[in-house]
């Protein structure tokens, strides 16, 4: 009994037409807030360097992201009527400083400290003026280094000082994802759901591969890279990848550091590092003093808390 | 016969029986097997057993057992009854298989057709009929499908009865026309005592739905004029008959499930196809942990 | 482009709205007779697993909570903006805490992917909350365990000194003391003085 098609493509999850309807989740707090204030808007978004939608609480206190669940073949029955689109939006806090990042990275190829207000501006998404008023103010010695107080601050981004932050987020997410279970094991693997895996734990190591990935989905691909050189994490092993290629030539590439979001690794064409022109960042990162850069080994040993407390 | 059971949930399918006479668990004894409502695109399908000891054939004939079909509705009800009141040495089983369990079973990913599901009904009627101590010996039955074929499996089952499967079994012994009686009667007052629990004060749906054969005008008609746009009939029908099928096809709003149309598409879960999505820009693409949870980033809202 | 978010719709008073996710896309918007066709045909097998039928289909589902701290609500664009100037407004007409998500045939399990999307938020926290502070804290609570363990132990020691102390007073001015050389042989062992005056008495 093959189902009617509505003409063409039309349906199939993809349905753009007329959606006037969406269900989405969200904080309690943005819920509550009934005065007004609560704000979709589009801002950069700082992987894929396009718009994305977000959220700005009442007063701009907040911002957060939007993604959506989106499996095909889903539909609501809302009450009393039926919605075509099974998406399910959820919104979550976000932290801002990494909206604020590209903004930072772009201007420090001046090499100037710049006030924050006039370094978060954007003709393309003008509202991200707003993220101002969700950044802590000391928050932002995590990415910068900051000259002044008070309404004299200026700032100029910190390479360092941004990967130390972000290693940090690294190891906050891997010690979640291990607290949770999260499975992250191979790629390959992913469509076995047997008990086999249960017995495969996953190392320190996995979680924390992993975590950078993960993280990655809120930097720019260059600043990923260097998060991966930085916190010394080493490629998956390539015999978990069903290979298209022959394993020979994989095998070459696998010292050489990948950009996280080839952890999935299912046949993957292009991963081999490309040697186009540097982009405004790398050059910017190019110049950056890396000598006091840490290892792995660095990163395990005690000292990284005892740097902590002297922030 | 009380239907009571049944009426309570008519979306599931249910089993109902009449007391074991003693004289079955001592005597040998015969069964037959026939069913009723196996055509028609509404209502239950229903399966009946009688069991007797084999001494009592005989009396089964001065009863007046013949071809359900060829007995009008009075005559049905009449047999039925005669069956009830011989409760000393004859037994009864029914297997109600609801409209709903129907359409469940052969729309499912891995196709369950009806003739498996009439054999499986058939299979576990007999072994609750042994589990209950009837001294079973021989058994007949209609057949559905390929006779040998059918014989064949139930004796692979039942290597120590007596099976025969044959056409027209209901014409040919009285015990199969017992079972068939059995079987007519229940499911013509299943069907005339239908609770719609799709119905409400305000909304009736009517009962001019002909004989339920998908060849009936009125039935045609019927199914027509009740569709609901996104739901389409009412679990009195079967949405696994071509007839319902092609009703909604025209008259009700298309829904997709992802075991249809692509054959390929089946074999390879939409995990896949995310990862076939390759060669894209990888500013683009999310993270395995959202990929695996078809978590995406909300660029729009429609419009 | 924004989207004013208008939440005035739904307030504490407001009824949960019931809402199923199906295992299928039904091509429409628009109003459905849910409570006619399909709430009663959901059953509930006493294990967690609810069973239920569309289009003839066999459905098993479960109850998804929201995740702590979360609501879920229904946006509703009334008007279509006409041009892209205009400002867009969701209204926000339903709120919920729960929803039941239907699968074809297999019961719900952990792995599929809209259970562990749901802990999105979850992990979501790990990754934007403010390091800083959680850092912190843990080393303000590790410290106070390190210190609170110290002392723990150091109130232990002074115990089992004074325990000591008094055992073998008790032992010597024992008005049942008998067995003198026996005595003598521990009291030699231990380190406190007036054991070994007494001991070197003789």
Redesign the interface.
Known sequence: MPPRRGGGEKGKGSSSEDKDQWVVVVPDSVAESQDGGTTFVKLLHPKTEKGAMFLFSKDNHQVLEVVAFQEEFRSWFIGESVQQDGSLHMVTPVDPLFLVLPYLVKAYESGMYMPIDQLVSDEQYPECIRLLSCVNPSDLEHISDVKGSGDVRACRYNEERTLEWLKQKVEQVADKLSDSSVRVAGGAQLLTFTHSLKSEQASRDDYLRYACGLVSDYISTDLSKELTQHMGIKLPEKKEVKCTEPPAKKAKLSDIPEAAEDYSKLAVKDDKPKNTKMTAAQRALSKVDKTGMKNISSFFSPKTAAKNKKK | MNLRDFEEDNAKSCVIGSDVPGVTKGEPCCLGIDEAGRGPVLGPMVYGICYCPLSGQDRLKDMGFADSKTLSEEQREKLFEAIAGAGEFMGWTIHILAPNAISNCMLRRSKYNLNTLSHDTAIGLIQRTLDSGVNLQEVYVDTVGDASKYQDKLKGIFPDLDITVTPKADSKFPIVSAASICAKVSRDRAVKGWGFFEETESNKISRQFGSGYPSDPETKKWLASMVEPVFGFTQFVRFSWSTAGKILDDKAVTVNWDDEDEDEKAATPSVLSFFAAKGEDPKQKKHQYFQERFLHSVTDFGS | ????????G??GETAP??????????????????????T??I?DDGQRVLQA??????LRGGNIT??D??????????H??VSDEEA?V?H?S??FQEFTYWN??TPPSR?D??Q??M??????????????V???SK?HIWSLMTMFSTFLVRILMLHVYFTMHLLIYYHYFSPFQIHAPVDRNISQNGSHTRVKLEDSSP
Not at chain 3, 1 to 8: I, P, Y
Not at chain 3, 119 to 132: F, G, R
Request: with cysteine; hydrophobic share 40%.
């Open positions: 482009m924004s989207v004013e978010v208008d939440l005035s739904v307030n709205a019931k809402l199923h996710l199906l295992p299928c896309e039904i091509e429409h918007t628009g109003p459905a007779q849910v409570a006619q066709y399909f009663p045909s059953r039928s569309f289009r003839g289909r066999e929201l995740p701290g979360y609501t879920g609500l229904v946006l509703k664009e009334k279509k903006a867009r969701f926000a339903q709120k074809m045939e792995n992917a809209l562990k999307a802990h999105w938020p979850d992990i979501s926290k790990a990754v934007s909350e403010m390091l800083y959680t850092s912190m080393f």
